[in-house]
Nanobody, 115 residues
Framework: VQLQASGGGLVQPGGSLRLSCAAS????????MGWYRRTPGKQREMVAV???????DYADSVKGRFTISRDAAKNMMYLQMSSLTPEDTAVYYC??????????WGQGTLVTVSS
């Protein structure tokens, strides 16, 4: 499975941004997908995940502001981010896993929230 994230960029505080993740390869094996992020000096943290059945989970810091979605027919996953703050500045990574919990990672896309 190959994952390609896109959509990062510079946005002002309070603004919105949508990240996209395109999956290719053995996409039939994907069980769930998610977004993670990493800021300098910090460990990578889970932002949001979505299972094959559409169940979602979010980090407390993004609940009510971020929405994860998935279009399995198009092999796409999205992260709609709103009410962004400078604390959301990070490299965001696309993730997927199969039924054996084998993880797959895409390259990161940088989100910078700054005025």
């Amino acid at each position: 499975v190959q994952l390609q994230a896109s959509g990062g960029g510079l946005v002002q505080p309070g603004g919105s941004l949508r990240l996209s993740c395109a999956a290719s390869g053995s996409t039939f094996s994907i069980s769930g997908m998610g977004w993670y992020r990493r800021t300098p000096g910090k460990q990578r943290e889970m932002v949001a995940v979505i299972t094959k059945r559409g169940m979602t989970d979010y980090a407390d810091s993004v609940k009510g502001r971020f929405t994860i979605s998935r279009d399995a027919a198009k092999n796409m996953m999205y992260l709609q981010m709103s009410s962004l703050t400078p604390e959301d500045t990070a490299v965001y990574y696309c993730n997927a896993w199969n039924d054996d919990l084998q993880p797959y990672w895409g390259q990161g896309t940088l989100v910078t929230v700054s005025s």
